[in-house]
């Protein structure tokens, strides 16, 4: 049963101002709730003891703090952590993966936008299921929220180091839901990250980097795997809409928002015979010369119906001594929570709507979603 209440996670403190605005509520009272709600990690309004009693009940009675309900977590044997999520107010036929990577200081939370994917990459298990539904905020938000609880639990006192936006769905096909959950990974009332420690990758949705440019400062990654446009509209079929050369326009242009110290991120997942040859590596180098990127390189982790097959490592060492040897920054992906199926392209939750889109629906429907009008 829906709630017509507002979800207090939806509100970034732009939001919540205006909120509190309707109740005659000073604007710094917005500082105030999320420092309850991120820091002391207070969901019951009526603790918040430093609002007066009148406006706890007037925003206890209009508003919410449920959350994602987790449905399974399961531990990889190099310490990654998947959960399943059950996204607020769906059934059990939805649900999302979210994945939790520690690395030395690191801890590196990876959440899913959307249910399933409309885009259709060939190499990615969540473009193979079809698309369901576009998250909320209090969704997306949510993941973190509950991670950092777990974390605490087991006594990590790093918390979350780190949030990137590679897990199930196009972020940029999610605009404003996405834009508001990162503006409180940035806030520093909530979760306090600095704005290179939040990381937005898309598969080339054009007018959502364009729409970012402005809006927010967060690091951009973007899921290249190829460097002409025949292969790449086979493997990243929105290519076909916008291709390469449009897409590293509009990156440059929001990279040149950022200031000159701040690179984007390439991500190239290595697929054996298809785009790992010596051949594609000088294409990749002639392609992103005067592009300031750091290259990450992904062989491809094995995924259920597809026919493509994981390079030789021998292959993806060759492939970036070309970069390197070119003055490109290149560093090859170690592959985590594979066992788990919790690696890149592996997640794929439950999506119930589970219809293929041809490629030139795929295409409208993502267009449309991204219009960020």
Avoid at 46 to 62: D, K, T
Avoid at 107 to 112: E, F, I, Y
Avoid at 117 to 132: E, R, V
Wanted: hydrophobic share 45%; aromatic share 6%; net charge positive.
């Amino acid at each position: 049963m829906s709630d017509e209440r507002l979800h207090l996670f939806d509100l970034n403190r732009e939001a919540l101002q205006a909120f509190l605005a309707r109740l005659d509520a000073a604007p710094w009272r917005a500082g105030q709730i999320l420092k309850w709600l991120y820091h002391q990690r207070e969901l019951d309004i009526s603790c918040m003891s430093n609002l007066s009693r009148s406006l706890r009940g007037e925003i206890a009675a209009l508003t919410h703090t449920s959350l994602p309900e987790v449905l399974e977590e399961r531990v990889a044997a190099d310490g990654v952590r998947k959960f399943l999520m059950r996204p607020i107010g769906l059934g059990e036929d939805h649900a999302i993966e979210t994945v939790l990577i520690p690395d030395g200081s690191r801890n590196t939370l990876c959440v899913s936008s959307q249910v399933g994917c409309a885009l259709g990459c060939t190499f990615c298990a969540t473009g193979k299921q079809g698309f369901s539904a576009n998250l909320r905020t209090a969704d997306i938000i949510g993941q973190a929220w509950l991670v950092q609880g777990r974390l605490k639990a087991l006594g990590d006192a790093r918390g979350i180091t780190n949030v990137v936006f590679m897990g199930m769905g196009e972020p940029l096909a999610n605009f404003e839901p996405v834009m508001q959950a990162v503006d409180l990974l940035l806030d520093d009332c909530a979760f306090g990250l600095a704005n290179h420690r939040v990381t937005i990758s898309t598969a080339g949705l054009v007018p959502g980097i364009e729409a970012m440019t402005g809006r927010t400062s967060s690091s951009l990654a973007i899921s290249l795997h190829a460097a002409d446009d025949e292969l790449r509209s086979k493997l990243v079929p929105i290519n076909r809409k916008y291709p390469i050369r449009q897409l590293l326009a509009s990156a440059k242009n929001y990279l040149g928002s950022l200031g000159p110290r701040r690179r984007l991120t390439m991500e190239y997942t290595l697929i054996r015979g298809v785009n790992d040859s010596l051949a594609d590596a000088r294409a990749l180098v002639g392609l992103l010369a005067d592009v300031r990127c750091n290259i990450n390189l992904i062989p491809f982790n094995p995924i259920k119906g597809s026919h493509f097959e994981r390079p030789l490592m021998r292959s993806v060492r060759e492939f970036q001594r070309v970069l390197l040897a070119s003055g490109l920054a290149s560093i090859v992906r170690k592959t985590r929570g594979d066992d788990i199926d919790a690696a890149c392209g592996q997640l794929v939750g439950r999506v119930q709507a589970r219809r293929k889109l041809f490629a030139g629906e795929r295409i409208q429907a993502v267009a449309a979603a991204g219009s960020c009008a």
